[in-house]
């Protein structure tokens, strides 16, 4: 019996050295790479043709039945500077994701507004709420006349040389609203003329 069991443990002795000198199978990389070898990728930059401006971000708050809920609302400006812009107001709970909802907001509301010679083609004013704001054309060399919030609309549409004067209210929402109510009024001599049919040396 002695002779059995020596034999036996003998027998399990060599099983287990053969198990361990195996070669062991590489567990959770099924690439069969390491990870040294492992290309990273560099994340991709989106190149966008539209500039972006931040005017406001401020705190709100809703009342609900729990209590009261904090968010983050920004008001964003984009444009080309060659004759398009657009805004946009967005609300989330951190204020990177407010201003990024704003600028695709911002984005879906481009519209076109007339440049002549880097300035606009004739007066205009501009109303929203309690807020209005008279648009001049200005010659060469005058710069951009405006306040914060509505020189980031006038720069990012593309216009160098203008004058502007604010009345009523001072609310950057509003300022900028109304900027866009009186770009969105102007109106080239070619329009004109063609809305009325005629050559644009009658008018």
């Known amino acids: 019996m002695a002779e059995n069991e020596q034999i036996t443990l003998e027998n399990v002795a060599t099983e287990n050295s053969s198990v361990d000198n195996a070669p062991k199978a590489k567990r959770g990389n099924f690439s069969g790479k390491r990870k040294d070898e492992r290309r990273e990728r560099a994340p991709r930059k989106e190149v966008s043709e539209f500039d972006k401006q931040v005017v406001q971000v401020r705190r709100v708050q809703k009342v609900v039945k729990g209590g009261r809920t904090l968010r983050f609302s920004a008001l964003v400006v984009v ?65 951009v006349i405006a306040g914060g ?55």
Do not use: Q, Y
Not at 102 to 116: E, F, G, L, S, Y
Not at 166 to 179: I, Q
């Open 79 to 143: 444009g080309d500077r060659k004759g398009r812009v657009g805004i946009g107001i967005g609300k989330s709970k951190e204020v990177s994701a407010a201003i990024e909802k704003a600028t695709t907001v911002a984005k879906k509301n481009i519209v076109n507004i007339p440049i002549v010679n880097d300035t606009i083609p004739h007066n205009t004013t501009g109303k929203f709420s309690a807020t209005s704001i008279l648009l001049l054309p200005a010659p060469e060399g005058t710069g």
């Open 149 to 203: 919030s509505a020189r980031a609309v006038i720069e990012l549409a593309g216009i160098k040389n203008i004058v502007t004067k604010r009345h009523g209210s001072s609310n950057k929402m509003n300022c900028v609203k109304a900027t866009m109510d009186g770009l969105l009024s102007l109106k080239t001599k070619e329009e004109i003329a063609r809305r009325r049919g005629k050559a644009v040396e009658e008018i």
